[in-house]
């Protein structure tokens, strides 16, 4: 089948991404720079709202690598680390500072409001050549080994048309249309969490230079954040246990107010706080997929697998996925037959970057990682690896693995010491994980 046998078939593309977010767009960039036909859909349109803000120090070697890293700069605040303050000594708090990382030449990230950080992204993929297209959400994909691809979609006025491919990235985030379809999205059974968020005006920001940095705050059924975006807007969440989602019986935005109040810090800080827009909530939070890639496709991103948002690494993830999997997709286009070490290359190298930054997740609301993170201390390097890995530096080699191994060691033994408190913080994250609680507002949250 072919464009000029049935004209609802479009003309044949070497690849086709789903899905037009920092994922998508970055491999749709650099596999048309690599010559390749590229086309890209996209079901909604730019500019559109995403959750996930703050970029890491590890995002601006990829954004000066597409091109649009002072563009990037002109839309975002700088960010040259992030705070932490403990849900059991109100007041306190410990700052880290990018600089301090193992490598110091990445010494700040920026935050951004996703709407424009995405269709900046968008746009640079236009300029470059790949072929956008909006408004079109993929209904079925035909994989025909031997053959090419096709990928079927319909439009917002119903219309329906058959594109052919080479090869399908599966960029769709949330959507995870390819592991829907194959049965991969799996539950992550070892973490669950949920969210509330929204934007207000009126926050206090910290003075000087800390005015841009990421604000965490552990309390008793999770941690908030609170990201300062341009405008004196700032973005503000709370990711929480699934058991005390379950016991919202208000609007969203009530819900938020009344989370709000359960930490002074951040209830101090939004005394004059002006709601900007609607308040969103987001459930299931945490899952995983079985694959990453399969004869004539890839998963890059959230397609992929997301974990939780505490150290800002979606984003990152997603872009970083993209550019490993623009390599391995090259490869594969090349010679299919003499691609597949590049293939579990990729695979590899993504999933032990999930893996590092999961083992820090699950823990992070236990009393020895709240302990250690606001007690730092720099012994054989401990300190700058662990702001290396917040910085998204674990993809390259670096010496980062002993310092990492020396720190979970550190971790058990300080777990060791006040054992019936670490063990019901375990118990818990152990209980919620295991929930069945459907919180989202999309669909795609509910499975």
């Not at 349109?45 to 091109?67: A, K, Q, T, V």
């Not at 010494?107 to 992204?121: G, K, N, T």
Request: a positive charge; proline letters at 6%; aromatic letters at 12%.
């Amino acid at each position: 089948m072919n464009a000029i046998d049935n004209p609802a078939v479009a003309p044949c593309s070497d690849v086709l991404i789903i899905g037009g977010g920092p994922g998508g767009t970055t491999i749709a960039s650099l596999l048309k720079e690599n010559g390749w036909r590229v086309v890209l859909l996209e079901q909604g349109h730019h500019p559109r709202f995403h959750i996930g803000e703050s970029l890491l120090p590890m995002n601006l070697p990829i954004l000066e690598r597409l091109g649009v890293l002072e563009q990037v700069r002109e839309i975002g605040v700088l960010k040259p680390g992030a705070e932490f303050s403990p849900a059991d000594r109100p007041h306190e708090r410990q700052t880290i500072y990018f600089a301090d990382a193992l490598d110091k030449t990445h010494p700040y990230a920026f935050q951004v409001r996703r709407s424009e950080f995405d269709a900046l992204l968008f746009r640079n993929s236009v300029a470059k050549g790949v072929l956008t297209h909006e408004g079109i959400r993929v209904k079925d994909v035909d994989f025909r080994p031997g053959h090419t691809t096709l990928v079927h979609t319909v439009d917002e006025e119903g219309g329906e048309r058959v594109w052919e491919t080479r090869f399908v990235v599966d960029a769709s985030g949330r959507d995870t249309f390819l592991a829907r379809k194959f049965g991969l999205k799996k539950k992550n059974p070892k973490h669950q969490s949920a969210a509330l968020f929204g934007h207000f005006r009126n926050v206090t920001r910290r003075p000087g230079k800390d005015a841009g940095n990421i604000s965490i705050y552990w309390f008793q059924h999770g941690w908030f954040w609170m990201i300062p975006l341009r405008d004196e807007v700032m973005s503000v969440g709370a990711v929480c246990w699934p058991e005390y989602l379950k016991t919202r019986r208000t609007q969203p935005e009530e819900f938020l107010l009344e989370t709000i109040s359960l930490c002074p810090e951040v209830q101090e800080r939004m005394q004059a706080a002006q709601l900007v827009g609607e308040v969103r909530a987001t459930g299931n939070y945490s899952y995983r997929s079985t694959r990453m890639h399969g004869n004539g496709y890839l998963l890059v991103g959230d397609a992929f697998a997301f974990i939780d948002p505490v150290f800002s690494t979606g984003v990152f993830f997603a872009m970083n996925s993209a550019t490993l999997g623009a390599e391995a997709v090259d490869a594969y286009l090349r010679d299919p037959a003499a691609s597949e070490p590049v293939l579990r290359r990729f695979d590899r190298g993504v999933r032990r970057g999930v893996r590092i930054v999961s083992w820090f997740i699950y823990r992070f609301t236990s009393p020895a990682m709240q302990h250690l993170f606001m007690a730092p201390r720099n012994l054989f390097r401990v300190q700058e690896a662990i702001i290396s890995m917040l910085a998204g530096d674990i993809f390259r080699k670096t010496p980062i693995a002993l310092p990492l191994a020396l720190f979970k060691a550190i971790y058990y033994t300080l777990s060791a010491t006040f054992f019936s408190r670490a063990w019901a913080s375990y118990q818990r994250r152990k209980y919620n994980a295991a929930s069945k609680f459907t919180g989202g507002t999309t669909p795609q949250d509910q499975s």
